[in-house]
T-cell receptor, first 116, second 110 residues
Framework: GAVVSQHPSRVICKSGTSVKIECRSLDFQATTMFWYRQFPKKSLMLMATSNEGSKATYEQGVEKDKFLINHASLTLSTLTVTSAHPEDSSFYIC????????????FGQGTRLTVV | KQEVTQIPAALSVPEGENLVLNCSFTDSAIYNLQWFRQDPGKGLTSLLLIQSSQREQTSGRLNASLDKSSGRSTLYIAASQPGDSATYLCAVKSGNKLVFGAGTILRVKS
C-alpha cells in the first residue's frame, strides 16, 4: 500500500505554545487528507477533512481556530495545535487518500502530543 | 448518524486458538468496511478492506466477512500467535468519512 509519513512521532511542549504536525504522502498525490484524534482506549475521532487548495471542513465541536489545518500541496498537510493546553494531550493521526472517489485511505504513524 | 460498535472490548486467548472479532454498524448505506490493526502508540495498519458489494476478504490467517443488510462484520483469525496481540479496529466508510469502532484489544498468550 501507499505510504503516509507523519512527523514528529512524539512531541512534548509547554502550555501556551503551538505545535505543528506534518503529514506527507510519499508515493502518491493526496487530494484529501483527514486528521483524527484518539483518546486512550477510545476510537479515532475525526477532527477535520482537508482537500488540497481549499479550507478544511471541521467536525462539530472541533475548534478551527485552535486546530489549524493547512493542505497547501498534494503531498503535505499540517495540523497546528495553537496555544496548547494539557487537555490537548492526545494521539493525533492523519490519513491521506489519492482521489475524491471511493479509494482507500492510508494512515500515518501517529503523533503523541504531551502538553506540560 | 453512523455508529460502529465492536464486541468484545477485550479478548485474551491461548496461542493457537481460532477467534472471531465482531463489528456492527447502524446505517447499512456504506461504501466499504475496513479492519485495521493498531499496536500500542502506533498508527493503523490496514488488514482487510471489503467493498459494499463483497461478502468477504481473506489474507493469510485472516478472513473478514460483511453482511451489509444486517450491519455486521466479523474478523476471523486462525491459529492465533502472540504476535497477533494488538488492538483491532473496524471502520466503515459512510459518505466521505471513515467511522471507527472503539476497537477490540486482543492478547494472545504463549
Amino acid at each position: 500500500g501507499a505510504v503516509v509519513s507523519q512527523h514528529p512521532s512524539r512531541v512534548i511542549c509547554k502550555s501556551g505554545t503551538s505545535v505543528k504536525i506534518e503529514c506527507r504522502s510519499l508515493d502518491f498525490q493526496a487530494t484529501t487528507m483527514f486528521w483524527y484524534r484518539q483518546f486512550p482506549k477510545k476510537s479515532l475521532m475525526l477532527m477535520a477533512t482537508s482537500n488540497e487548495g481549499s479550507k478544511a471542513t471541521y467536525e462539530q465541536g472541533v475548534e478551527k481556530d485552535k486546530f489549524l489545518i493547512n493542505h497547501a500541496s498534494l503531498t503535505l498537510s499540517t495540523l497546528t495545535v495553537t496555544s496548547a493546553h494539557p487537555e490537548d494531550s492526545s494521539f493525533y493521526i492523519c490519513s491521506a487518500r489519492e482521489s475524491r472517489g471511493n479509494t482507500e485511505a492510508f494512515f500515518g504513524q501517529g503523533t503523541r502530543l504531551t502538553v506540560v | 448518524k453512523q455508529e460502529v460498535t465492536q464486541i468484545p472490548a477485550a479478548l485474551s486467548v491461548p496461542e493457537g486458538e481460532n477467534l472471531v472479532l465482531n463489528c456492527s454498524f447502524t446505517d447499512s448505506a456504506i461504501y466499504n468496511l475496513q479492519w485495521f490493526r493498531q499496536d500500542p502508540g502506533k498508527g493503523l495498519t490496514s488488514l482487510l478492506l471489503i467493498q459494499s458489494s463483497q461478502r468477504e476478504q481473506t489474507s493469510g490467517r485472516l478472513n473478514a466477512s460483511l453482511d451489509k443488510s444486517s450491519g455486521r462484520s466479523t474478523l476471523y483469525i486462525a491459529a492465533s500467535q502472540p504476535g497477533d496481540s494488538a488492538t483491532y479496529l473496524c471502520a466503515v466508510k459512510s459518505g466521505n468519512k471513515l467511522v471507527f469502532g472503539a476497537g477490540t484489544i486482543l492478547r494472545v498468550k504463549s
